[in-house]
């Protein structure tokens, strides 16, 4: 996206703040007028004083308190401008945040696939951070330095006209030189902001990958990676700041230059009295006021191309294309029979994944699909829950085409357990009530029947005692998750090698909660120890997308093909 198009996009998301930023303005003017009349009041209070003994002291108290009346009005509306623009700024990065949030629950499975959490975490922390320092800092000193700039030349013109062209025509050189330098600073911030992602993304998968980490050993190959990155991190980070750095000693020297020709040039204007030392002292100090606003501005314009840079990326998510308009239509199942025909999907265009499956599954059925890693079970799963839209053929929920529904109401049919649970940090109860309030008696009803119950009641607030995933076992985790599908009470179910990373005792208790869960509920049992299964009305058995086996467990042990060698295998393992 071109500069122009993400500061134009960036001006939307102001646009609810115009009258703060009004306001902001019409306070930026009267702090900068104040400000440039007190050196007026200055060199007539230098004129007063005629020579050494001799000043009128009348004329010098009046001017004395002017000026004191005019740095309090200054000081009061500076603070209330910051004020002002502070509340701008954190709005505005607190709307986009928003939406950010609402874009992310609209947009499809993919894209969030394809970005790392690090990724969009860094987006929507770290880049609407810099954002909103970019916009602070707009506010606070472009609008102030541009009225500086324009009161600065008027107020000089009316004391002397040559001087005052004098410095308007030396002030660009200063101001070139900063761009120049800007330029350069702008590439190695863009460097900078993508390492910083980078080293953020990698930060997250390592710590949450911790244990795996350590019990491979691959720390010291880890923490290399690491340091490599945050070394960039920090040659970036460097190089931003050496070149951003350079603006304020080049600037000011340019500003020294210019201040010693109009002192040389006001000197002999002095000499052939066209001009006052109070005069010239105004000049002077203006010649200082007006450069100032030049060099805030250069450095304003290198802090908002990082905000640029940094909206681009932020503007990358919220321009994502959203799932397709969603149909209005509800799915309404009576009967829960599901029936896949000829599907076809890929995730990507040239290796085709899921080819030709179809299969019936008759209300209240369990069906099993098994089969090596990385055939598809879990992108069956994501089809049948429109995660992902099939490419040909069609699935159809009692007789209704899933492509014709809002996928809203296709997910509230079913339940999902899978292998990653997921406890967030509050209460036993408000981990089982998500969306929905239960009464005590349907909770304990709950957890009762799906073998939760007996951990539940030796925590030391029962149902009210906080817990978080390191709090609870794995198999407690799943028995949690287990007993809050039960509680929702959903037509059909989802089962996604949820039996794995428990100890044996622990799986028969899960094993009973899920068969208690199935009871007369349509489900779909994605295992990997197929002891699970061996009741499953219908075992689909998948190689590389296909389905290349089917029928009961005993059908398939006695065709002796590939079920039968998966099986024996496990079975002899286990022996
Ligand atoms: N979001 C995705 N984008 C691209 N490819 C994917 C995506 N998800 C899965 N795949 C690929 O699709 C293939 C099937 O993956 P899937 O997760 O369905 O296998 P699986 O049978 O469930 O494997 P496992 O038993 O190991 O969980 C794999 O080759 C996988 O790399």
Not at 244 to 261: E, G, K, Q
Not at 444 to 469: H, Y
Request: hydrophobic residues 45%.
């Amino acid at each position: 996206m071109k500069t122009s198009q993400t500061f134009q996009k960036l001006m939307q998301y102001v646009k609810p703040y115009r009258l703060f930023f009004v306001l902001s303005i019409l306070l930026a003017i009267v702090a900068v007028v104040t400000q440039l009349y007190i050196p007026i009041l200055f060199g007539q209070c230098i004129d007063c004083m005629i020579y050494q003994g001799h000043v009128d002291l009348a004329r010098l108290a009046t001017f004395g308190s002017k000026i004191g009346i005019l740095i309090m009005v200054n000081a009061i509306t500076t603070w209330f401008m910051n004020v002002v623009n502070n509340h701008m700024a954190f709005s505005i990065v607190k709307d986009m945040r928003a939406q950010i949030m609402r874009q992310i629950q609209h947009l499809p499975l993919s894209f969030l696939d394809g970005h790392g959490i690090g990724d969009i975490l860094g987006r929507m922390i770290a880049d609407v951070d810099q954002i909103s320092d970019g916009l602070l800092l707009g506010f606070t000193q472009l609008f102030s330095g541009v009225i500086t700039i324009v009161v600065t030349i008027v107020f000089m013109f009316r004391i002397d006209f040559w001087i005052s062209l004098l410095i308007v025509l030396m002030s660009p050189a200063s101001f070139f030189v900063a761009k120049w330098i800007s330029k350069h600073s702008y590439r190695m911030f863009q460097k900078m902001t993508q390492t910083r992602e980078k080293l953020t993304a990698y930060i997250e998968e390592m710590v949450g990958n911790e244990k795996i980490i350590q019990s491979f050993g691959y720390g010291q190959r880890a923490s290399h990676t690491f340091q490599n990155t945050n070394q960039d991190l920090q040659d970036y980070s460097q190089k931003a700041i050496f070149y951003s750095s350079l603006t304020n000693p080049s600037t000011r020297f340019m500003n020294s230059l210019m201040y010693a020709v109009v002192v040389g040039v006001g000197s002999i204007f002095i000499l052939q009295n066209a001009l006052t030392v109070g005069s010239l002292s105004v000049l002077l100090s203006y010649a200082n006021q007006y450069m100032r606003p030049f060099n805030d501005i250069s450095s304003v314009v290198t802090e908002f191309q990082n905000a640029l840079a940094c909206a681009n990326r932020v503007f990358e998510i919220m321009d994502a294309p959203q799932e397709p308009q969603e149909n209005p239509n509800d799915l309404i199942v009576n009967k829960e029979s599901v029936d896949w025909q000829d599907v076809n999907f890929s995730y990507v265009p040239s290796h085709p994944l899921i080819q030709h499956v179809s299969f019936q599954v008759q209300p209240g059925q369990k069906i099993a699909i098994v089969g090596p890693t990385g055939c598809g079970k879990t992108t069956m799963i994501n089809l049948l829950m429109r995660f992902y839209d099939i490419d040909s053929g069609a699935i159809l929920i009692d007789g209704t085409d899933i492509r014709n529904v809002n996928r809203h109401s296709l997910r509230q049919q079913f339940g999902m357990v899978l292998q990653d649970t997921w406890i967030k940090e509050a209460t036993v109860r408000e981990n089982l009530c998500m969306g929905k309030i239960y009464s005590e008696d349907e909770i304990e009803a709950a957890c009762q029947s799906c073998r939760s119950w007996d951990f539940i009641e030796t925590m030391p607030n029962g149902l009210d005692t906080k817990i978080n995933v390191h709090s609870l076992s794995q198999g407690q985790q799943q028995l949690l998750c287990i007993t809050r599908v039960m509680l929702i009470k959903p037509k059909m179910l989802i089962l996604d090698e949820a039996t794995s990373n428990i100890d044996t005792r622990t799986e028969v208790l899960v094993q009973q909660a899920f068969d208690t869960l199935m009871k007369g509920r349509t489900s779909f049992v994605i295992a990997h120890r197929l002891s699970t299964i061996i009741n499953a009305n219908q075992i689909l058995v998948m190689k590389d997308g296909q389905i290349i086996e089917r029928g009961k467990h005993d059908e398939l042990l006695a065709q002796n093909g590939f079920y039968a060698n998966l099986y024996n295998s496990q079975f002899e393992q286990i022996a």
